[in-house]
């Protein structure tokens, strides 16, 4: 069972229930009743995963928002922790950190249950057209590419962020996320 974080406490209730019957539960999500994500690119990559669906592509999105911390941790790794460097971002500088990015996964072998990850930058060649049907900007098109991301347009270098950094700072994702809806960059 699953439920975005509008339906947590009524996820929580039924898994109990459940649970209280001698019932197994595979709970995949999520965690908590904290927005994370925002709403307007959440429909926006729902819609775009649609799409590459109908046209035979199968992707999982498998990291959204993230911490400055989780951020920080992440761009660590590969310098001064075990791994392979994975972004240039540290925290605060990644639009992961606003909720309006995703990294996805192309499914390799759809018929097969769970995610048979396929990392190879052919697979996701299809969001070239399909991310900016949809809004979205896809990492592949980038300079320094990166295949699996897809995110809102207008907040991609640092300078871009900077205002959605002073938001968070003033009044955390929410305020970020009011920033959004007055449509500043749109
Ligand atoms: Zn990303």
Redesign the pocket.
């Given at each position: 069972m699953g439920a975005d974080h509008a339906g947590f406490e009524l996820k929580q209730a039924v898994k109990q229930q459940l649970l209280d019957a001698g019932h197994e539960v595979e709970d995949v999500g999520t965690e908590s009743a904290e927005s994370v994500d925002y709403p307007p690119f959440a429909a926006a990559l729902t819609d775009l995963l649609a799409s590459a669906m109908a046209a035979g592509a199968q992707f999982w999105a498998i990291?959204g928002f993230r911490t400055y911390g989780e951020q920080t941790a992440l761009w660590q790794q590969g310098r001064t922790a075990p791994g392979r460097i994975v972004t240039n971002a540290m925290g605060g500088q990644?639009a992961?950190n606003f909720g309006i990015?995703?990294?996805l996964c192309r499914d390799g072998v759809v018929d097969r249950a769970g995610l048979q990850p396929d990392y190879k930058p052919e697979a996701y060649e299809i969001l070239r057209e399909l991310a900016p049907r949809h809004g979205l900007v896809w990492?592949g098109s980038w300079r320094f590419p990166?295949f699996?991301?897809v995110?809102l347009p207008n907040y991609v270098t640092s300078s871009q962020l900077q205002p959605l950094r002073a938001e968070y700072e003033r009044a955390g994702l929410l305020g970020v996320f009011t920033y959004l809806d007055q449509g500043v960059c749109k």
């Open positions: 990291s990644s992961h990015a995703a990294d990492g990166d699996p991301h995110q």
